[in-house]
């Protein structure tokens, strides 16, 4: 399975409008051969947002971008500047219910870390209130890994950087190019 991760910016108030442009479109890409997934996420604050879209594989993917870009063109009142678009293999995918925020950790690893097949940090995140799933994404060219936990509430994900993100994250420290990866946190506004 693969990701079309599309990453843009809203401009300031247009969060909500731009939002309401991909719901209506999400029906006509759920028709689409191979369709598996998809999320709208958006951190209002900052003015980010991001597009994940799962296929069933590189020809459904590719069969799907002009769907892709038309709702983007009609999104495009909202969107400041040009969005940026990356293809990702899906490591692991664990949709849930009642998203309402995700947690996105990512940063250049080892290699090594795209075949590690130890989930521990997906189970230790499923057994905490408010889990709603979890989704790794990994594009081996670039040696980028991406892990999202999603959420039913803020007051969850945040309570779970205690109970066993941030000991979890720690222990693979030495695998994250320089020891470090980004974390953000955004809103999910429009979900398949």
């Known amino acids: 399975m693969l990701a079309r991760v599309t990453t843009f ?12 442009v991909f719901q209506e479109g999400l029906p006509a890409i759920q028709e689409l051969e191979g369709f598996r997934d998809a999320v709208v996420l958006v951190d209002r604050a900052r003015g980010k947002a991001m597009t994940i879209a799962l296929w069933q594989d590189q020809q459904t993917l590719r069969s799907a971008a002009i769907a892709a870009g038309k709702l983007f063109q009609k999104a495009a009142h909202a969107i400041e500047g040009e969005p940026e678009r990356h293809i990702y293999e899906v490591i692991e995918h664990r949709p849930g219910r009642n998203r309402k925020c995700v947690r996105v950790s990512a940063g250049t ?15 230790m995140a499923s057994k905490q209130p408010g889990y709603a799933g979890f989704l790794i994404l990994g594009n081996r060219e670039s040696n980028m890994l991406m892990g999202m936990s999603f959420w039913d509430s ?13 000991s979890e994250m720690e222990k693979s420290r030495d695998q994250f190019e320089g020891g470090q990866w980004s974390q953000d946190v955004y809103d999910v506004a429009v979900q398949s």
């Open 154 to 166: 803020k007051e969850h994900l945040k309570a779970s950087e205690g109970a066993y993100y941030t």
């Open 9 to 20: 910016h809203i401009k300031p108030n247009h969060a909500d409008e731009g939002a309401r």
């Open 109 to 123: 690893v080892q290699p090594s870390m795209f075949d590690i097949t130890d989930n521990t940090i997906i189970e």
